[in-house]
């Protein structure tokens, strides 16, 4: 048996490389959202049925990840206020092109480019399209949390990006925006020391109690409601007189009233409805002008 002369490679368990996914299931959510939004705003646009879709998010050393991205993606920097520092939308080039033969009517076929080159005119204006349509998308994900003034900083080269040497680990969201049959990829990354100050919003969603109504028990309380009593008054009219006047009053004398057309109605001081008064059938009666009962939201 011929001995192993292999050395022992030192690893980092508290790197946060290593942390399991699980540990911020909500950012998950948040891709997806991010996702199904992208989806949306590429349909309306572009007038071409485009279905988003997110898988879990991973995490890679900066290194790794800016390999992943090949010498033919197109790197966006975008910035998350009040978050701090950059993430990337990427996506490669052919992606790109694809999505420009679908607009135009061809298929979303994904070809892959061997070299880097220059986007056309038509091209350019379309991956101005899918990054708005990002910035807007990934503002809409974030509020299930927190509001992000999300601002589109600049595109940036992928060379650039592999000549600087960082340590940091990123966080890839990777998403699939599928044209018929055809799923094609970008990303969102982020930088871990982006996200970690919100690490504990990111390991539980929010979720607000609901309350189960039960709709028979409402509508035969309704029912009850309408069904009560209320003693209602108003005054119909009002005169002023003398204590002297008043014992001067024999049995057939008559006190003058005035004229009052609007009567305020009440039921234990509290103002119901104001009303015209008149007569209908030589009785007195009262025609509703004005509810006083508080409106509804």
Known sequence: ME?????????????????????????????????????????????????????????????QCVLTLGKTGTVHEISLLPLTGEA???????????????YFGGTAELVPVEQPRKLSRTESRVLQHITEATVRAI???????????????????????ANVAQEQIM??????????????PCQVVYPYEMLSPISSQLQKEKTTPVVKQDEQFGR????????????????LAESHITLGKLLELKSGDFIALRDVQTVSFLTQNMPLFDARVGNSKGKVSASVSRWHLPVSS
Not at 148 to 153: F, K, R
């Open 3 to 63: 001995n192993d002369k292999r050395e022992a490679v030192a690893y980092d368990f508290v790197h946060p490389g290593h942390k399991l996914n699980s540990q911020w299931p909500v950012l998950d959510l948040i891709s997806e959202r991010i996702a199904n939004e992208l989806g949306a705003a590429l349909t309306e646009r572009l007038q071409i049925p485009i279905r988003g879709s997110a898988q879990v998010t991973t995490r890679s050393k900066y290194s």
């Open 88 to 102: 990337w939308f990427c996506m490669d080039i052919s992606v790109v092109s694809s999505i420009v033969n679908s």
């Open 139 to 161: 503002t809409a994900g974030w509020s299930t949390i927190s509001s992000v003034n999300t601002l589109l900083v600049g595109q940036v080269d992928v060379e650039r990006l």
């Open 171 to 184: 966080v890839t969201s990777s998403m699939t925006l599928s044209v018929g049959d055809v799923d094609l």
């Open 220 to 235: 035969a309380m309704q029912r009850e409601l309408l069904n009560c009593e209320l003693e209602i008054r108003g005054v």
